[in-house]
Structure formats: C-alpha cells, structure tokens
C-alpha cells in the first residue's frame, strides 16, 4: 500500500513538473496587436497621471501587465518614429526623416523588413488599420511589405484641403482599401470606430480559420484635426481632447473583449505605445507630457519619452512597473524572438527587452539609446539615469501663447541648449544641468555618441555615417 502511495505521489510530482514548464514556455505562435497612436502625451492615460477623465480599459491593461515608465521612440515625429517601430532600427539608419507628405517621392525600402514581413515568415495573416507613414506611392504600401489587409491613409490626417493655417499646400486627403484609393477626405469622425471594428473583424476572421494573427492597429487620433464618432462625443466631461482619448480607450477595449471571448487571452500580447509627444502648440486639442519638459519635434522628455503598456496573461506579471529605458526599436527583435522568426541579415538596433517585460531582468540591453530629430541631426542620448543634450537649436511653446479650439499657437523655433547632462532619476523635467559637477560622464557619454556619429551620421556635425542605407525612391 506504502509503494501504491508512494508510485502515485511521484506521478502527481510529475504531472504538475510538466504542467509548469509548459506554463512557462510561451507559444511559438502568439497572436500579437499592436496598438499605436499619434501624438499621445505621457500623462494623457490614467495610470500615468490622467485625471481629467478616465481611461478605464488602458488601465486594466496596465494593472493585468506590464506599465514602462521610460519608454522611448529615437524620433519624435510622425515617419520616422513608425519606420523605427515597424523595422526595429533607428529610423535615420533607414533614411526615413520627418514626415512624409503627399509630394514626397521616397518611403521604406523593399529590403528592409517590416514586422508584416516578420509575422508573415511564420504564417501570419497581417493587417494594418489607420495610418501607414513611410510613403504613399504603391512599392511603398504595406500590402507590399507584409500586410494581407490596410485599410486607412497614408500620411498625416491634417494633409487635407482644411489645414487650419495652410489649406492651399495640401491636396485630397485619400483613404485606402489594399492598393486601390476608394475615396478622398473621408470622414475622420468615423475614422477610430471604423479602424477599431475592421481591426476585430480581422481578428475573428484569424480565429475561424485557425490562423495566427498580426495586427497593427494604428490610429490617427489624437493628431489634429481631432474628431470623435457621434456615439462617444461628449463621453469624456473633458472637452474634445478628452473625447478623442476615451475613443481610442473604447477601441482598445474591443480589441481586448475580441480576444477574450474568443478564449485566447494567455495566446494573445497586446501592446499600447505612442509614436511621440503631445502637439504642444495646439493647446486645448493638445495632450500632456505632465512633468516632462517640451513635446513632440523635440528630444528632450516630453517629445521623445511615451506611454507604454503590453498585457499577456500568463506570460507577463500583473502589475508589473518597469523604470528600465526601453524603446520601440526594441520591439522587433523582441517579437521575432516570441515567433522563433529569423532577424533580418541587415544590421538593427533593437535588442530583446523580453528579460524587461517579464520582470526576470531590471537590466537593459543597451549601453545607450539615441535621440535623433531634423534629417539626421543628433540631438540627444540616454544611457542608464544620465541624459546628455547636444547643442542644437528646437521649436519650444515656453512663453508662448497656445492654441485653441484647432488652431495653433505660434512656436518659438530660436530655443537653444549646449551641452548639458541631466539626471532623469532626480530631475524628470531636465532642469539640471549637471555637466560641471560630472565632466567624467560627460567624456563617456561624448564617446558614445561619436561612435554613434561615425555609424548613422550627424547633419549638425556634417558626418554621413557608414552604415546608413537609402530610403526606397519612385522612378522619374
């Protein structure tokens, strides 16, 4: 009987042994949505400070997840901060600066590799919603770099004939199915429900079929113009602004509701990020970035440094709170490592943050991450606490008169800094500069970014870089 209970023991050891590894080895094949807005500022969510209204289903993602506190894009402006995302390297290595317009003749190259490209190498069904940005010409689409299914627009929602300050610079606002342009100025009032619907329509289409699935849900909101859908205007108590966030915390609840009643919550990594800062000069349709200094077309804080939440259940602790730098070219090398999908043979500059986003490690990959801004300008770099500013002119709404109701406040462009170290643990508003007292860190710091330099290049310093690719150009 002692040898029956004994044999029956060792086989209930062993069967939870089995039923723990397996819990903690991820699924080679997880779905994976990609939640990216624009223009976002750091404290425009509630478990980052919001508190004009509520955004309630962010912050179940925040509290059943994984919150960044220092999560970065490498440059605050429209283009360049999804080539970084999309590629997993900066996005000046890429040639992709600013953003591009409808006059633009250049976007991503067809041998850089995107993240559609990446999913589709594992049997993926892709799709993106909402807006592309690395060019508007057909080579440049993403149904030719990875994407089954787009719907959405190109570029900017304010490239349309009713700029506020310049409607005669811009052209028909087109919308598009696939490749094929099926209408111009479209309604944005429509345009978060309708991305977020096909979104969760994708979804469930994946499912019955037994596919898994890639989706970049990526919305034009908070950009200005901003609208809301006539069903959730005037939800927020806090003006349009407030609207508009509580909109895109609706659609990041359906995308969460789609997966959950499909039963495949522990199979499904949820990401929510911004492509930058707020749009400081449009005041009231502006966000915030709280007790960061600047916003977006800067590489100070509050330009470069967003909101970052991914929910796994099963895989990433609840609750978890990681101050660890981190930034979106890390998400590349992080998701093909999820896949078991091959990196690109060209160089990248993302690494693995995996190690960050489970809490196994508080360690981060890189000795230093590289803000740029301005066609290649170096502008700034974290490494660990110390941020080091470069000398370099910026746009700055300090003493200025802000925006209302869509119309712009007026820049002051002749800001300037020179050298300056900050420590972002004691000084999140960068308002010290600590150079004098840490000449040592400064020489460290200089030295990286010289390397850097001599990599991707410099415009203010006139150094080209060596390993900087072209961007895809349309034949003339």
Not at 24 to 32: C, D, G, L, M, R
Not at 107 to 132: P, Q, R
Request: glycine fraction near 10%; charged fraction near 20%; hydrophobic fraction near 35%.
């Amino acid at each position: 009987m002692k040898h029956l209970l004994f044999l029956t023991f060792l086989v209930c050891l062993l069967a939870a042994c089995q039923e723990s590894q397996t819990a903690e080895v991820p699924s080679a094949t997880p779905n994976v949505v990609i939640v990216f807005v624009d223009d976002m500022g750091y404290a425009d969510i509630g478990s980052y400070g919001a508190t004009a209204y509520t955004t309630p289903h962010l912050d179940r993602m925040a509290r059943e997840g994984v919150r960044f506190t220092d999560f970065y894009v490498s440059q605050a402006v429209c283009s360049a901060s999804r080539a970084a995302l999309l590629t997993g390297t900066y996005s000046n290595r890429i040639g992709i600066h600013g953003a591009l317009g409808p006059s633009a003749k250049h976007g991503i190259h067809e041998d850089e590799v995107t993240l559609g490209e990446l999913f589709k190498s594992k049997g993926y069904a892709t799709a993106i919603y909402g807006k592309w940005h690395l060019g508007h010409h057909p080579e440049f689409l993403p149904t030719r770099h990875g994407f089954d299914d787009y719907y959405g627009i190109p570029y900017s929602n304010d490239m349309w004939p009713y700029h506020p300050e310049n409607p005669e610079a811009w052209g028909d606002l087109p919308t598009f199915e696939g490749e094929e342009i099926i209408g111009y100025n479209t309604d944005q009032t429509r345009f978060t429900t309708d991305f977020t619907n096909r979104a969760v329509a994708f979804i469930e289409q994946s499912i019955a079929q037994g596919t898994p699935f890639f989706v970049y849900l990526a919305h034009p909101m908070p950009h200005v113009p901003l609208f809301v859908s006539s069903e959730r205007e005037g939800h927020s108590g806090a003006g349009l602004y407030g609207d508009v966030i509580k909109e895109i915390d609706w659609s990041v609840g359906q995308v969460l509701e789609a997966v959950q009643k499909a039963g495949l919550d522990d199979e499904t990594l949820v990401i929510f990020t911004s492509d930058n800062g707020p749009w400081l000069s449009y005041g009231n349709h502006a966000g915030s970035a709280g007790p960061l200094r600047e916003g977006k077309g800067t590489a100070w804080e509050g330009g470069v440094r967003v909101p970052f939440i991914a929910r796994w259940p099963g895989r990433i602790p609840e609750g978890l709170e990681v101050s660890t730098p981190a930034m979106t070219i890390d998400l590349f090398p992080t998701l093909a490592e999820r896949i078991e999908a091959a990196l690109p043979d060209h160089p990248i500059d993302g690494k693995s943050i995996w190690p960050l986003l489970t809490g196994e490690s508080t360690t981060s990959p890189h000795g230093a991450y590289f803000f740029y801004y301005r066609q290649n300008e170096l502008h700034a770099l974290r490494s660990g606490k110390w941020k080091l500013q470069l000398p370099h002119t910026y746009r700055s709404m300090v003493g200025r008169e802000p925006g209302k109701d869509g119309i712009p406040g007026k820049y002051d462009y002749s800001a300037e800094t020179g050298l300056a170290l900050y420590d972002l643990d004691t000084d999140i508003g960068e308002v010290n500069d600590l150079s004098e007292q840490h000449p040592e860190v400064v020489e460290r710091l200089m030295q990286m970014v010289e390397a850097k330099r001599a990599e991707l290049g410099d415009k203010l310093t006139g150094v080209t870089g060596t390993g900087v690719r072209e961007p895809g150009r349309i034949s003339e």
